[in-house]
Nanobody
Framework: QVQLAESGGGLVQAGGSLRLSCAASGSTFRGYTMGWFRQAPGKERDFVAAINWSVGSAIYADSVKGRFTISRDGATNTVYLQRNSLRVEGTAVYYC??????????????WGQGTQVTVSS
């Protein structure tokens, strides 16, 4: 079955950069949509970015456009989230997710355990 494992979280200062990784296994992922979500303390989990594995097209939440970049490496089955110009409000647990049914948020049925990112002022 599909398994996702995030890494790369930690403590970073506001304005800095951090790259998150998601190691994916259990499928070829051709045709999948891979996404990143985040959940801040006391808030619901929000969509951040997603990428079509086969084509490489990507979409982003308005709050991260121009600062975050999602990418994938087919050779290593890894999805990345490059985060630049980090803000304190970006403190959250970041989750990697996979969907076999396209871009719909409800279609993301596979989830990783999450990685904590803390942005200090």
């Amino acid at each position: 079955q599909v398994q996702l494992a995030e890494s790369g979280g930690g403590l970073v200062q506001a304005g800095g950069s951090l790259r998150l990784s998601c190691a994916a296994s259990g499928s070829t992922f051709r045709g999948y949509t891979m996404g990143w979500f985040r959940q801040a303390p006391g808030k619901e989990r929000d969509f951040v970015a997603a990428i079509n594995w086969s084509v490489g097209s990507a979409i982003y939440a308005d709050s991260v456009k121009g600062r975050f970049t999602i990418s994938r490496d087919g050779a290593t089955n890894t999805v990345y989230l490059q985060r630049n110009s980090l803000r304190v409000e970006g403190t959250a647990v970041y989750y990697c997710a996979a969907s076999a049914t396209g871009w719909r948020i409800a279609g993301f049925s596979y989830w990783g355990q999450g990685t904590q990112v803390t942005v200090s002022s």
